[in-house]
């Protein structure tokens, strides 16, 4: 499977953005489908996570109420939409899958920089 994110940007403290993942390749084979993000100096940390089996959904406490994860009906995307942005949602958000093998894909990531 590959994955190409894309959507990141400047936008003010309580704007919004939607990222986008695009994916190919076995698309059949996927389970999971998450976003992550890594801030500077920061671990990398899972944001959103969707199964695609049963279409459950799980957020981080930090971006509940304002992200929503989504996907279409083929998995050949994955959404990311983002409201009332913070400054500290800047980082570089990463979509990732998993396959029912566990096996695990990355996008190249895409910067998000919110100011205040």
């Known amino acids: 499977v590959q994955l190409q994110a894309f959507g990141g940007g400047l936008v003010q403290a309580g704007g919004s953005l939607r990222l986008s993942c695009a994916a190919s390749g076995s698309r059949g084979s996927i389970v999971d489908m998450n976003w992550y993000r890594q801030a500077p100096g920061k671990q990398r940390e899972l944001v959103a996570a969707?199964?695609?089996?049963?279409?459950?959904?799980n957020y981080a406490d930090s971006v509940k109420g304002r992200f929503t994860i989504s996907t279409d009906s083929i998995k050949s995307r994955l959404y990311l939409q983002m409201n009332s942005l913070k400054s500290e949602d800047t980082a570089v958000y990463y979509c990732?899958?998993?396959?029912?093998?566990?096996?695990?894909?990355w996008g190249q990531g895409t910067q998000v920089t919110v100011s205040s």
């Open positions: 990732n899958i998993q396959d029912r093998w566990s096996k695990a894909y």
């Open positions: 969707l199964n695609t089996r049963d279409g459950s959904t």
